[in-house]
């Protein structure tokens, strides 16, 4: 396989993970028809990947110029429609298929902004952007505070698994290695801070002075 074909592999296999998710989310989160649930699981699979096309002028966005991504995005999002019931009895189902997605989307959309010629910190960056972005919209549409705003640790795996995919290749690891590494190091603190509650940083603000 090419790494043209890998990386497309790739992006596949995160838009049906994450179209599952953002099903899920939605149907969880707000009573929706059919149509609903597809447009957010839809959204949720290919919000992030326009997002990089844009800001790297790849225009129209990947997502359009073929009918594999919003045909993958749709059958993700029937599955998780269709089969909810069934997927309600596994244990933490949309922390698994988010996982996936987060994983897959940080270090597919590192390595393809690698390629269309950004530099090793844009890279990181617009992978980070892939991986969030369209979950981030899915929480906006229905009206829940973003995932990445919250605390819990979300964009930080995203970033780190895309620092690992971006940097492995300078360092003269393979680039199937470094997607990998960069996977499974995002995977791994994904699911350590949701079972462990490992948290992002916050700021402490103190209570003001009572006025006399």
Do not use: N
């Not at 838009?15 to 989160?29: I, Q, Y």
């Not at 326009?50 to 800001?55: E, K, N, S, W």
């Not at 960056?125 to 369209?134: E, I, N, R």
Request: some cysteine.
């Amino acid at each position: 396989m090419t790494a043209q074909g890998f990386l497309l592999l790739l992006e596949l296999l995160g838009v049906f993970a994450f179209a599952l998710d953002g099903a899920l989310t939605a149907m969880r989160a707000t009573h929706l028809d059919l149509f609903g649930v597809v447009t957010l699981g839809i959204v949720t699979a290919v919000g992030g990947g326009i997002a990089r096309d844009v800001l790297l002028g790849q225009l129209p966005p990947a997502s359009f110029q073929t009918w594999y991504y919003l045909a993958t995005a749709t059958a993700g999002a029937l599955v998780a429609f269709w089969g909810h019931r069934l997927l309600s009895r596994m244990a933490r189902p949309i922390l698994v298929f988010d996982t996936i997605g987060l994983s897959l989307f940080a270090v597919s959309g590192a390595q393809l902004a690698v390629d269309a010629g950004a530099g090793a910190g844009q890279a990181i960056l617009l992978g980070g952007l892939t991986a969030v972005g369209g979950g981030t919209l899915r929480d906006v549409l229905v009206r829940k505070v973003p995932g990445i705003l919250t605390g819990g640790l979300y964009a930080v795996p995203a970033m780190l698994g895309a620092s690992v995919a971006v940097v492995g290749p300078l360092l003269g690891v393979g680039a199937g290695v470094s997607a990998f590494a960069g996977g499974v190091v995002c995977a791994a603190v994904r699911t350590g801070g949701t079972l462990r509650g490992w948290r992002a940083p916050r700021a402490t603000l103190s209570a003001p002075d009572e006025l006399d």
